[in-house]
């Protein structure tokens, strides 16, 4: 019996000691192997952020106005390209008009990549169901301008088509002519500068869409009432592919590599702490 | 004058913003639509900058054959073939910047982010300790959320998704409001010494 104990505290050891090089391998088999299977999970919606979202966006009656601001870059594409597809296939489906803009300069192409895509596959115009603004600089304080007049801020769109030419702007002329402000934010400028600034200095109900790793910031606004709902990482994606009924959505595929990538991580946490008790226990540093 | 000048500036630029915000009425409007859109335009003027900087500072390594120079030749020509194709062909759609951006630049910049994963993994398993009872806490805090952040939480037991809308929503909120009013109050605070004055380190020096 103690000699099993023995080999039992050198095997925990040796990988207390591990290479890190065998983890990276691990996790990135962990990864690879559910997305080459094709290995789905299923992904049950509980009473989430991402389902107030949903909610919210679905009781929007037709032809209403929503601002969808793309405030992030390729870095974090992974987790917000799919909730920008998710939001806008639920949008335009609804025939609400979507106008896209960017506090992040790449997040202008993005937003042209998903809004573009989505609306050729439902049949939806340009500049009569969606229009891109574009990027500008200048975070919190282009918006609190935008909520005096949005045409002094974008006189043209992405694309240099004259603001007063675009028939869907007809009405649009400062914040407060939205029935919904929808930000994906993958930091600062994001989610705080739209509820200060457009949600509690304007009145307009914002919801949003963030990173894994921000999403536990926002929860504040969200019990305050400051934002409607809100998608947190991808699995906040997913919930909303679920909810929206998109079939083979990229987040609820991402669901089974990263369900396997936690355990990996967790089981690799466990291996570590067994490994400092053992240590500890023979009188180690640990 | 030197001093004089930019806190003066400070002062009545501060105030007007300030004004902005509780008094919605010309000639207060005017002034503060216009100043949004001049810091706009500086902020503009600063993107030009910190390009006018990058390549500085690249050219500069190759030229005196610093650290990892080797690697500037790739920002440089990265960012000049960016700039140039963007110049003669427009950054509108379906034009070869936003091919690039869409082939090139999308895919590095995701991998680079998801490298992150990687190093979670190897950081959490050597410095993730159960050393005491708080750690201890903070571990079991951490596997609910990674395990209710997935389908297999709900595989597992299906409390799980429960015990971290939970966990989110009562101790994360408590503990993110209390940063949140420490931040605000900071920013308020610091926003006032420097309308007034008394913070004058963004004027550079020691004054």
């Known amino acids: 019996m103690a000699s099993i104990l023995e080999k039992l505290e050198k095997i925990l050891e040796k990988l207390g000691n591990m290479d890190r090089r065998i983890i990276f391998i691990l996790i990135a088999l962990s990864v690879i192997i559910p997305l080459t299977l094709n290995l789905i999970f299923p992904n049950p919606v509980g009473a989430e952020p991402s389902r107030d979202m949903y909610e919210y966006v679905d009781a929007l009656p037709s032809g209403s106005d929503v ?3 793309f405030d992030y870059d390729p870095s ?13 296939t639920h949008l335009m489906r609804k025939d609400i008009n979507v106008v896209g803009m960017a506090l992040w300069p790449q997040g202008a192409s993005l937003g042209q990549e998903v809004m573009s895509s989505v609306a050729d596959s439902l049949g939806k115009v340009q500049y009569e169901d969606w229009c891109n603004l574009g990027y500008k600089t200048g975070g919190g304080i282009m918006i609190v301008r935008l909520g005096s007049s949005m045409n002094a801020v974008f006189p ?6 004259s603001w007063d030419e675009i028939p869907m702007l007809e009405y649009i002329s400062d914040l407060t002519s939205f029935d919904l402000i929808i930000t994906l934010s993958a930091g600062d400028p994001g989610i705080p500068a739209w509820v200060m600034m457009a949600g509690d200095r ?10 894994a790793v921000s999403a536990p910031q926002f929860y504040a606004y969200l019990q305050t009432g400051q934002m409607v709902g809100m998608l947190g990482g991808l699995k906040g994606a997913a919930d909303y ?6 079939q083979d959505g990229q987040a609820v595929k991402g669901m089974a ?18 490994a400092y008790f053992t240590q500890k226990k023979k009188g180690g540093r640990g | 004058m030197r001093l004089i000048l930019p806190l003066s500036i400070t002062f009545v630029t501060g105030m007007i913003m300030v004004l902005h915000f509780f008094v919605p009425h010309q000639p207060i409007k005017f002034l503060g639509d216009n100043l949004q859109e001049w810091y706009m335009i500086v902020a503009s003027a600063a993107i030009f900058l910190g390009a006018l900087n990058l390549m500085h500072v690249h050219f500069r390594k190759i030229k005196l054959k610093l650290k990892n120079w080797k690697y500037s030749p790739v920002t440089i020509i990265g960012f000049m073939l960016m700039f140039v194709t963007g110049l003669i062909y427009g950054v509108t759609a379906a034009r070869p910047f936003d091919f690039m951006f869409m082939n090139m630049v999308a895919p590095m910049g995701a991998t680079m982010f998801s490298l992150l994963a990687f190093f979670v993994a190897s950081a959490a398993f050597r410095a993730f300790r159960a050393s005491n009872w708080r750690a201890t806490l903070l571990l079991t805090s951490a596997f609910i959320v990674m395990l209710g952040q997935v389908p297999i939480g709900a595989m597992i037991w299906d409390k799980i998704p429960l015990a971290k809308v939970w966990l989110m929503s009562i101790p994360n909120t408590a503990g993110q409001r209390a940063v949140m009013i420490g931040a605000a109050m900071g920013v308020v605070s610091t926003s006032l010494r420097m309308i007034f004055g008394i913070e004058r380190s963004y004027l550079g020096g020691t004054d």
């Open chain 1, 202 to 211: 304007f009145g307009v109900p914002v919801g949003g869409g963030c990173t």
């Open chain 1, 76 to 88: 974090t594409m992974p987790e917000l390209q799919p909730m920008a597809i998710a939001l806008v």
């Open chain 1, 241 to 246: 592919e679920t909810l929206v009924g998109i």
């Open chain 1, 257 to 274: 590599p990263q369900s396997i990538a936690h355990l990996v991580i967790m089981s690799f946490i466990i291996i570590g702490n067994l």
């Open chain 1, 67 to 69: 601002l969808l601001s």
């Open chain 1, 156 to 161: 043209t769109d992405r694309d240099n088509l």
